[in-house]
């Protein structure tokens, strides 16, 4: 029997493409058949990823892109449209994260907090959405532990990613009745460049910041990217408005 994680003659537009999950998504999903449009605002990154995907036999659209500009996210899906003719799945892995007292962060913090990884998904789910709305396609969006649990000097990272969580449940309600499904992934710590940006909120104090992590250690980023590609793919076609933690029991530790 052919499996269902099959995205052979598929497209999919990866956010994030040049970064740890990212990267490794947009591999998994190539695995699968899929081409894809690889986006990044890091050039240099992205190149890395699209060696790989190459290397696969897959077709390759390289966008380095800024998703703080909304007129970019609605470019990156008109590109991939103009491209293959197609797009299929939608991956929002594109983050920030910024840490710091609330009554110290800068304002240009906070706003490219929202931006990347609360507004741009939005912004690249509306409109992808008129391409899958006949045929079918699935937006997957990449939340947090953050999403449910409250971190000190976390407050845009936790904030953005709450409300990922509730625009994924809220446009899967809204497209009910359509074929397009949209889910999401809450990931736990994972050992990647932006994991990094977390110390300046440990050094403030930790108790404050709260039990991050778990003895089991961090997510294997490959195993975070399988469930995105999951999602991704027709395999996941019972799925709508669900958000899949894969975090080592952090949220339960
Ligand atoms: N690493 C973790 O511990 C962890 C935990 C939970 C959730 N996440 C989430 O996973 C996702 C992927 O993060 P990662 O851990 O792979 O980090 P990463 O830093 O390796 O990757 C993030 C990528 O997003 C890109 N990016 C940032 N700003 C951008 C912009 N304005 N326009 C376009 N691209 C931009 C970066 O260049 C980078 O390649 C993020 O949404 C993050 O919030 C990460």
């Given at each position: 029997m052919p499996t269902m994680m099959d995205m052979t003659g598929q497209v999919a537009l990866v956010t994030g493409a040049g970064g740890g999950l990212g990267g490794a998504s947009a591999v998994r999903i190539a695995e699968l058949g899929a081409d894809v449009a690889l986006l990044d605002?890091?050039?240099?990154a992205l190149a890395?990823?699209?060696e790989k995907v190459r290397a696969m036999g897959r077709k390759v659209l390289e966008l380095p892109l800024d998703l703080t500009?909304?007129?970019?996210?609605?470019a990156a899906v008109a590109k991939t449209v103009a491209e293959f003719g197609r797009i299929d799945a939608l991956c929002n892995i594109a983050g920030v994260l910024r840490c710091g007292r609330s009554e110290d962060i800068a304002e240009a913090d906070w706003d490219i907090v929202m931006k990347v990884n609360l507004e741009a998904p939005f912004f690249l789910s509306r409109a992808a959405v008129p391409h899958m709305i006949e045929k079918g396609g699935a937006i997957v969006n990449v939340c947090s532990t953050a999403a449910f649990k409250a971190q000190g000097f976390f407050s845009a990272y936790c904030a953005s990613k709450?409300?990922?969580l509730h625009l994924t449940k809220t446009m899967a309600v809204e497209y009910i009745k359509t074929p397009i499904r949209i889910n999401a992934v809450a990931p736990g710590g994972m050992d990647t460049a932006l994991a990094g940006e977390a110390h300046p909120a440990f050094a403030l104090d930790p108790e404050v910041v709260g039990r991050l992590g778990n003895p089991r250690g961090m997510c294997v980023i490959d195993d975070v990217a399988d469930?995105?590609?999951y999602l991704a793919s027709p395999a996941s076609r019972s799925m709508q408005g669900s958000c899949v933690v894969v975090d080592t029991g952090e949220i339960v530790w």
């Open positions: 605002v890091s050039a240099e890395g990823t699209a500009d909304r007129a970019q996210c609605a709450a409300g990922l469930m995105v590609a």
